[in-house]
């Protein structure tokens, strides 16, 4: 768990995916677009992955992925993020971060 609270809050914007998951591939894509260059974490290719994922349960991430952080706060998944973006908020919320500039 100490391992994944630093994983999140190193920086603004933190992603933790799956290669296999088509709604991580979605979600990493509308951060891009946006210009912003998120931290991503691969649970299916880097060590340690499924130990990473039990932790995100644990803080109550359902599915845990893909599970977004915006400076260091639990944003959710796919539905959470998407909600945020149809409701305009996701880009304000990005700038306070500092994840986003323009």
Request: proline share 4%; hydrophobic share 45%; charged share 20%.
């Amino acid at each position: 768990m100490d391992k994944v609270q630093k994983m999140i809050s190193e920086k603004s914007v933190v992603i933790f995916s799956k290669n296999s998951c088509c709604m991580s591939h979605t979600i990493k894509t509308l951060f891009v677009d946006f210009g912003v260059n998120p931290t991503v974490y691969e649970l299916d290719e880097i060590s340690r992955g499924k130990e990473i994922e039990q932790a995100l349960a644990q803080l109550g991430c359902s599915p845990t992925v893909p599970v977004v952080f915006i400076g260091g706060q639990l944003v959710g998944g796919a539905s959470q993020v998407m909600s945020l973006h149809l409701n305009r908020s996701l880009v304000p919320m990005l700038k306070r971060a500092g994840a986003l500039w323009l």
